[in-house]
């Protein structure tokens, strides 16, 4: 599902030079769960966003699904991120002025679908996270659980093959935590593949395999 090769992420600027990302080598294959663990600013959310086409690296050699996306347009890239990729964000990331069901619908719009179709698509993954019943709510008449469980209703109502998840528990007791992590637990079930950032060692114990980052590189 993705092969990172000799990865390097340099941000530079007139008097500083910060590595975010030092020769990095990493595949997850299709069907893992994959947490990644390290302190803060090691990399991980660099990584990520790599990973998820949002940034590009300095270095190296991105492949999603057996595609080298160097060789990708813009136009190319959008559609990968659209089609193949869902993102779940520590800050939910949902729109206030926009009703759950609207939230949920929002990457369809860039889909040649119908309204209904779209509508449909939308209550299905609301449905697969319990919130059926909060459609004409909006983000900030729910508890921060339920609008992570909206957030991840929006990454999945594409039926992704992979999603990205950034300290997707970050914001949560250990309750909405448990029940976040279960319904991602369920997802990689049915085969989608997870890659997940996170601070929370008992978190990482529920996933296939732990990755652990220090100063931007990768330490096992």
Known sequence: MIYL??????????TIQTVALNKVNLQIKKGEFVSIMGPSGCGKSTLLNIMGLLDNPSKGIVEIDGGVVDNYGDKNLSRLRNEKIGFIFQSFHLINDLTVL???ELPLLYRKMSGAERRDRALEA???VGLSARTKHYPNQLSGGQRQRVAISRAIV???DLILAD???????????????NILLNLNKEGTT???????????????????????????
Do not use: A, W
């Open 5 to 14: 090769k000799d990865i390097e992420k340099i941000y530079q600027t007139d």
């Open 167 to 181: 300290e997707p528990t970050g914001n949560l007791d250990s309750v909405m935590s448990e029940e976040v992590m």
């Open 102 to 104: 609207d939230n949920v």
């Open 158 to 160: 594409g039926n992704p």
């Open 194 to 220: 997870i890659v997940m950032v996170t601070h929370d060692e008992n978190v990482t114990q529920k996933t296939s395999r732990l990755i652990r980052f220090f100063d931007g590189s990768q330490v096992d």
């Open 126 to 128: 609301l449905n697969k």
